[in-house]
C-alpha cells in the first residue's frame, strides 16, 4: 500500500508535473517547426537552388542507396528549432534573470586592498592577505 503512495507522491511532484508538460509542448513544438521546414522554408531554399524536394537528393555505392537529401532536411530542422529556442526563450528568459538580479549593497565595514584587491576591514593599517600598507578609513 505504501509503494502505492510513494508512486503516486513521485507523480505529483512539482518537477515531474512540469517535465511531462514540457515533453509534451515540445512534441507539439517539434511538430509545428517541422511543418514549417517542409512547407516554407523548404520550397524558399529550393526557389533559390532548383531543387523541389531535398529528400529525393539520393546518391548509390555498390548498390546502397544514400539519402543526403534527408540529412539537409534535419539539419534545416535541427538549425531552426535551435534558433527559435535560443531567440524566443533563452535571450528573454536571461533578460529577465538580468532584470531581477540585485547587486549586494556595498558594505561600509570593508574595502579593496589596492594591492592585492582582496576584502580587508576599512579599518585595517596592512593588508592581511599581501601585507602590504593601507591608509586606514574611517566607518
Not at 516554407?40 to 531554399?45: A, E, R, S
Not at 529528400?55 to 548498390?63: D, E, K, P, R
Not at 574595502?111 to 576591514?121: F, G, L, N, Q, W
Amino acid at each position: 500500500m505504501t509503494l502505492l503512495k510513494d508512486f503516486k507522491q513521485f507523480l505529483l511532484r512539482g518537477n515531474v508535473v512540469d517535465l511531462a508538460v514540457a515533453i509534451v509542448v515540445g512534441t507539439a513544438f517539434v511538430a509545428v517547426v517541422n511543418a514549417f521546414v517542409a512547407d516554407i522554408l523548404t520550397p524558399i531554399i529550393a526557389a533559390i537552388f532548383g531543387k523541389p524536394d531535398f529528400s529525393q537528393l539520393t546518391f548509390t555505392i555498390h548498390n546502397s542507396r544514400f539519402l543526403y537529401g534527408d540529412l539537409i532536411n534535419f539539419v534545416i530542422t535541427f538549425i531552426t528549432v535551435a534558433a527559435v529556442v535560443f531567440f524566443f526563450v533563452v535571450v528573454p528568459v536571461n533578460a529577465l534573470l538580468a532584470r531581477s538580479r540585485k547587486e549586494p549593497p556595498d558594505d561600509p565595514t570593508v574595502r579593496k586592498c589596492p594591492e592585492c584587491v582582496s576584502e580587508i576591514p576599512a579599518e585595517a593599517r596592512r593588508c592581511r592577505y599581501c601585507t602590504a600598507e593601507v591608509t586606514p578609513t574611517a566607518v
